[in-house]
T-cell receptor, first 114, second 111 residues
Framework: DTGVSQDPRHKITKRGQNVTFRCDPISEHNRLYWYRQTLGQGPEFLTY????????KSRLLSDRFSAERPKGSFSTLEIQRTEQGDSAMYLCASSYDYAGDEQFFGPGTRLTVL | KQEVTQIPAALSVPEGENLVLNCSFT??????LQWFRQDPGKGLTSLLL?????REQTSGRLNASLDKSSGRSTLYIAASQPGDSATYLCAVTNTGNQFYFGTGTSLTVIP
């Protein structure tokens, strides 16, 4: 399968713990996006990378959130000191090099913070 | 900030009907607009992408139109099937980098 993959698919954690999610984009894609989606809402943009450079971050991305894309391949999203409000589906998408290119989404990681 | 609205929030139709989903956005200076489908608990699947210079795009039974000046797009689904049941989302971008999504229309096609 050559689509976007995300790991883990589900994560349950206790409040205050740190969690890390991984996204593997389609191999030829240079752009990678992270979104957060809560129940009944559309995805909200968090951040995007062009190769290894993080070029844009939403104000939604508090100091507890950090994303990396070493070597411009896979990406990780870490949430420190999780809060119950962080419970959501975290979606990753990738696209080719051009602005506004069609995005291909992964299956998402469902985070539940108890 | 760009705001995207989708109406209706939910729609139920009998199999075989043609239907229209609506998407409106507040800032008409968009780069492009994309329609997605999302099945419960899953990621998004891209359906159609319309560049700002285009008026419509077609793929099989789907046709999406764009009226940038009025801030509107419609997704037309012909001869609906039970397999079309899903949530349909539209997303716009002004810069090509940050995308804004609507809350979606939940479609149920009754056999």
């Amino acid at each position: 399968d050559t689509g976007v993959s995300q790991d883990p698919r589900h994560k349950i954690t206790k409040r205050g713990q740190n969690v890390t999610f991984r996204c593997d984009p389609i191999s030829e894609h240079n752009r990678l996006y992270w979104y957060r989606q809560t129940l009944g809402q559309g995805p909200e943009f968090l951040t995007y990378f062009q190769n290894e450079a993080q070029l844009e971050k939403s104000r939604l991305l508090s100091d507890r959130f950090s994303a990396e894309r070493p070597k411009g391949s896979f990406s990780t999203l870490e949430i420190q000191r999780t809060e119950q409000g962080d419970s959501a589906m975290y979606l990753c998408a990738s696209s080719y090099d051009y602005a506004g290119d069609e995005q291909f989404f992964g299956p998402g990681t469902r985070l539940t913070v108890l | 900030k760009q705001e995207v609205t989708q109406i209706p929030a939910a729609l139920s139709v009998p199999e075989g009907e043609n239907l229209v989903l609506n998407c409106s956005f507040t800032d008409s200076a968009i780069y492009n607009l994309q329609w997605f489908r999302q099945d419960p608990g899953k990621g998004l699947t891209s359906l159609l992408l319309i560049q700002s210079s285009q008026r419509e795009q077609t793929s099989g039974r789907l046709n999406a139109s764009l009226d940038k000046s009025s801030g509107r797009s419609t997704l037309y689904i012909a001869a609906s099937q039970p397999g079309d049941s899903a949530t349909y989302l539209c997303a716009v971008t002004n810069t090509g980098n940050q995308f804004y999504f609507g809350t979606g229309t939940s479609l149920t096609v009754i056999p």
